[in-house]
């Protein structure tokens, strides 16, 4: 079978960057695993997944435009540092905030003084991707699948806990849906900053969601 929308791909991956530094694999997490044609991943690897078949290896070189987008200077905002509270923020500090475009994670960029720069750019936001990837398995999604846009693997819908990167819950997918904003794996009360399924150590390939592996508490 060739990976065709409607069908659940497992990839394994090696993405690095220009300079050839290492920045994702799969590695010992094991493949990857997507619902293709449903925005599960970065457009420019779906692209170059498709019409794949298993066992077939492939270099993908992911343009930012097609991966986690331009940096952009519109995503900094100014904060003042009473604005945390008790807690004392520090350069590279990450969290998820509201913001007029969404949940997003913010990483504090710099701290001068009484004001603090938040960035709201993806972590890859610029940057050339080159993926290295392996086909591992292909086959046709299940219709319950289809409906929650994600792949049900390993326990269930999310069972294994990992739903990409945050801005999955603002842009879609796993973290976004009914049962997440309902108390699923993404809800306040579990807090994705505490490491539920929005947090960011999850495969940076899984853009939007995606749920491969991962805990969104949908029974299915
Ligand atoms: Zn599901």
Redesign the pocket.
Known sequence: MRVAKETVVAIEYTLKDDQGNIIDASGDRGPMEYLHGAQNIIPGLEQGVDGLVAGDTKSVLVPPQLGYGEYSDKLLQLVPINAFGANTPQVGMRFHAETNLGMRVLTIKKIEGEEVTLDGNHELAGKTLHFDIKVVSVRAAEL?ELS?G?P?QSGG??GGGGCGSGESSSEGGCCSTGEASQGGCCSAEEGAAAGGCCSTEQPVAQKQGG?GSGG?G?S?
């Open positions: 319950t929650h994600h049900h819908c999310c749920c969104c949908c299915a």
